[in-house]
């Protein structure tokens, strides 16, 4: 029985493949089809290129103390704000963004397994182990210290970058980018990606709240988790493409 389910689900993934092949025949050209490749490297290559030089403007400015201004003056408007019950929440958001991602990076982990998305899961997988590697080298790279306030809670590692900033941008951005890449429901998948969104920027105005991040700390967190989390991904929509052109050039 195995073994018939096997040759049935190979005959609708080769079926899937033709129908792919004979919809890019008809929409594209060969010419528009490779265009459309380069396009596609060249607009990950930006986003990429973009996001890195925002990172190491940053950087620079955070080591030559350019961005006191601009922490001290948020982290002020927040720390004014603090109150016991909003205390509370920003301690579940900041939970969010840590112990409660990682429950939940193993739940979204064995639901792309069990419904046999291999490369999503791969991808998935991927990209949150490059964060968690990305967090700690940058942490021990510039040895940047906390804000030298009394937090609220106690973190003994490095301040820059912040890793939930980081980590959240790529566990709840993928999870948003997977649910329209797998189901193309593009209303619900607006109303998760913005959620998502407002998730990940709270996430971050709770570290700062919390006085364990500066605002800078949360900013490089996110152009990080970006750069990431875009380059992964057109890389692989780009050998997708590629693979598209060589099946048409065939055929």
Do not use: C
């Not at 003056?73 to 958001?93: C, D, G, H, K, P």
């Not at 790279?141 to 609220?152: G, N, Q």
């Not at 941008?169 to 109303?191: D, E, M, R």
């Amino acid at each position: 029985m195995p073994y018939v389910l096997t040759i049935e689900r190979s005959k609708h993934i080769l079926k899937e493949m033709a129908n792919v092949r004979e919809f890019t025949r008809k929409l594209f050209t060969k010419e528009e089809l490779t265009a459309l490749v380069y396009f596609e490297v060249a607009f990950g290559l930006f986003f990429s290129f973009i996001s890195l030089i925002t990172f190491l403007y940053i950087t620079n400015a955070v080591i030559l103390k350019q961005t006191i201004s601009f922490d001290t003056t948020i982290e002020n408007l927040l720390y004014s704000a603090r109150s016991n019950w909003l205390t509370q929440v920003m301690m579940f958001l900041s939970y969010l963004g840590s112990d409660g991602m990682v429950f939940g990076a193993v739940i979204v982990a064995l639901f792309l397994t069990l419904r046999h998305h291999r490369k999503e899961t791969f991808i998935f997988s991927l990209l949150l182990l490059m964060g968690l590697a990305a967090t700690t080298t940058l942490k021990l790279l510039y040895k940047i210290p906390r804000p030298e306030i009394s937090a609220l809670i106690v973190e003994n590692s490095y301040s820059f970058p912040s890793g939930h900033a980081l980590n959240s941008f790529l566990f709840y951005g993928t999870i948003a980018y997977f649910f329209y890449h797998l189901t193309q429901k593009k209303k619900a998948s607006l109303i998760i990606a913005a959620f998502s969104a407002i998730l990940v920027l709270l996430i971050g105005i709770s570290r700062i709240y919390l006085g364990v991040h500066h605002p800078s700390d949360v900013l490089a967190g996110y152009l990080v988790g970006f750069w990431l989390f875009a380059t992964t991904i057109l890389i692989d929509k780009t050998v997708v493409f590629f693979r598209l052109v060589r099946e048409t050039r065939k055929s």
